[in-house]
């Protein structure tokens, strides 16, 4: 709910963000494909939240009732169980808006008209206790040593008998008119923040209980929000996010398999892309360029270039005046490449030669050695300045 606080200033967090939308700006791109995966927009509060706000109403009405501010002595929730953690009509806005902005930054590089060869569409619409998705309401583990454990949430029992949240039940309590010795808790103090908050995500209302608070009562109660989601879903406790370990799993598998229907087994191409890629136990990556280019003669068949090279080692090219060593081999290449090509330099400080870039091509043309060249070169952001270069090639 912290995000809907942001709304009540000039400029807000979605306008900001909507303002980051741009278009692709490079004539020289072209996209492709989009995937995007969208979460439902505003929806109204769940069964608990609204029995909750129910409950507040109904006690302050019946006790209170001419005391109160003239909003909220003929005051009815606007919603009802029926309608719980359903999507409402500002969430359905929401969407659409976001649709639309998407149309915006792709302009007309996606086809306006629905196609169902060109769009892929699939939707869920689960049961909240979808073990998949739910999966820690079924984790013995979690149920046990945090859900219904009576100390999980400590931190957020002390924080609700402390003064900053002592002060916000007595700031409530003014602002309904109430005298100090009215029968009201924390969690009724919870539920006026619930309801504020909702008042401004699914209606735009401001003038009703959002009227009761000020920015330290907000932000008071924000922070117990963020205690709770703390122990309860976060890092408060490993089985929080352990418990997502099979999920997770499920999802890579998923990467996985992607990857090998993309390369129908191609172990070449699949070098191309992490894990393999990676340089080992380093999140940096050996694969550096990955090119096609046209081959003079013969242009219905292009040369590809692919180059690797750990990043350390790039460092080396740098040096000014360091002598490199060409090699080239035609016979020990994987088959569909012509040749294997080997960027070596004179390290000082060891002196002997080290293997810095492998370069795959699928011909042999002096083009296309110029080619590697040229992307070896922008690799060390032009940075090359070797003395020598020797070249041995098989014959």
Known sequence: MTMYWDQRGATSELLLSNARVTGVQ???L??????????HGSRFPTDNTMREIAELVYRLQANYSSVLPQWLQEYSLPYNLTVAGVLSSTGVDELAAYGKRTRTSVGSAIPTAYNEKQFVLAHTFKARKDPFIRFYDICDRYLSEVKHYPNASAELKAYGQSSQMNASLA????QLNLPDSADLSVVDVRAAFAACAFDIMVYGVTNQWCSLMDQTFLNRLDYAEDLEAFYEQGAGYKINYEMAAVLLQQVIRRVHHARRQHYSGNVHGSIEIPPLALALDEAVTFFQFHCITPHRDDLTKPTLLLGWAHPALVALLRYHGTTLFVDGTFRCVPSGYAKCVV????DRASGVFVP??????TSRTADSYWDMIHFIVQTTDQQIE???IVCDFEA
């Open 26 to 28: 490079a004539s020289d």
């Open 386 to 388: 070797p003395a020598e």
């Open 171 to 174: 700031h409530l309590k003014t």
């Open 356 to 361: 810095v870039f492998y370069v795959l091509s």
């Open 30 to 39: 072209e996209l492709l494909q989009i995937q995007q995966v969208s979460r």
């Open 343 to 346: 960027f070596m330099v004179h």
